[in-house]
């Protein structure tokens, strides 16, 4: 009994020296983040620029969303003929609504037929709706809020400095504790397309991504970048230009400028994750006394 008491108390003792760890660790790490931001936050030039950025943002999404309009338009008669053919298709159930019978035939003939005939005036339509509800929806607020907050605006020209965190040692196995808001049991809303990240990974790249996106949704903020045909044509791009030029090797970034948007986002994680892991190991190890992350870098190289 004294030697089984002995034992428990030692177990005790390392695991409350794991927990000062892992927050010793966190603090050092919440100290260095605070540190980068201090030395890339913008002056007062840079702040100045970016209001008359966001100005001309806001006549840029005029446009924009009459121009995805306009495609959703275009592309009408062929979503009603593509309705018409699948309607006489025998895999075609009429007690299903359109987008539970459009689920089923991607299951049955696979993920890339939705870049053919019959489905990609579906996926087309919805690529379009999808860019003008941005554009009229989501994107103006913010932009006012950038107009309206010009000492304290949503920067969009930052970059990431953040490195991923070790698990809390007393946390369950294998779940990951600094990126909570992710705590979704078969997660499959982005992961699914990012392929190497766990569902708390890929939580953590969601700020990152987003500035990226929004950058690149605005000619005034990105350049060129703002002109990719993959984002401003839609599907359609793939079958008649990336196709022929890639084949099937769609994770290598070449012809980056005809990616359309779930392959451009999937190479824009797998990027964003592969810095992030650099910045961790570098971290790391010119701090080799502290806890370093585990399972919260799959796929993460030495």
Known sequence: AGSRT???????????????????????????????????????????????????????????AAFHLLA???????YVLAQLYLTRQAMWTKSLSLQENIENIVKHDGWESRYHWPLLPFFQMQHHSVWLTM?????????????????????????????????????????????????????????????LLSCNSCCALLFSMGIRYFRSSFFALSGYHALQCGTCCGPCVRCWCYDPCVGADTRQGVCKFCEVDEIRIARWAREAHDDKVARTHAFFDARPHLLRPGGDMQGAGA
């Open 135 to 195: 554009y009229t929806n989501y994107f103006p607020p913010l932009i006012w809020h950038n107009l309206t907050h010009p000492c304290a605006p949503f920067y969009a020209d930052g970059v990431d400095i953040t490195i991923y965190r070790p698990s809390k040692p007393d946390t369950e196995k294998g779940r990951a504790d600094c990126f909570s808001c992710c705590r979704c049991d078969g997660c499959s809303c982005c992961c699914r397309a990012l392929e």
């Open 72 to 78: 959703c338009v275009a592309n009408a008669p062929c």
């Open 6 to 64: 002995c034992l428990m108390g030692q177990s005790i003792s390392s695991d409350k020296g794991d927990v000062e760890l892992w927050e010793r660790t966190i603090a050092e790490i919440e100290e260095y983040e605070r540190q980068e931001w201090d030395k890339i936050m913008p002056g007062c030039c840079c702040l100045a620029l970016y209001w008359v950025q966001m100005l001309l943002c806001s006549c840029e999404m005029l446009l924009r």
